[in-house]
């Protein structure tokens, strides 16, 4: 098993910049997606110590829970509800900076704060999104944005 380089960089561009090229190792050789979702999760958690991350996986009408790093959360979320359901619904990665202001904000945990979340496309369809939450106000930007819209277009093969 490959271990992960330790990300020392202090700008979080160059923390994205040097665990991507590892992620892609990690997903280009293994065919499973929940492994790959699993490493994933494991990789930005560690690297970047947010509150909650994971992802959801599409099945049916909504979206369950599957692999992820942090404290217990839903289990199941409706299409078009909460962050992660309106993310599914209108096919776009959704920056949240305070959860609160979040019309139908799913509060799994009280402690999130802020909140990205981005669709897994697979074949020109939604499978899945990841959901990353932050213990701390406006913690997601342009830079997020970008790099973990990057990192889970690694799942469409």
């Not at 561009?13 to 190792?25: G, I, M, W």
């Not at 997903?27 to 991350?53: Q, R």
């Not at 990205?116 to 701390?136: K, M, N, T």
């Amino acid at each position: 098993m490959e271990e992960l380089v330790p990300i020392i960089a202090d700008c979080k561009d160059d923390r994205y910049a040097q665990l991507y090229p590892q992620l892609k190792s990690l997903v280009e050789g293994e065919s499973d997606d929940i492994a790959n979702m699993a490493n994933i999760s494991a990789a930005l958690h560690a690297t970047f110590g947010f509150w909650w991350t994971g992802f959801y996986r599409v099945i049916g009408d909504e979206l369950i829970l599957g692999p992820f790093q942090g404290h217990v959360a839903c289990c199941r979320i409706a299409y078009g509800r909460g962050v992660c359901g309106t993310a599914w619904r209108e096919q776009q990665t959704q920056v949240v900076e305070d959860v609160e202001l979040f019309p139908g904000h799913i509060a799994c945990s009280s402690a999130s704060r802020s909140e990205i979340v981005v669709p897994v496309w697979r074949a020109g369809v939604i499978v899945g999104v990841l959901d990353i939450d932050s213990q701390h106000l406006a913690t997601f930007d342009s830079t997020d944005k970008e790099w973990l819209e990057r990192i889970v277009s690694l799942l469409d093969k």
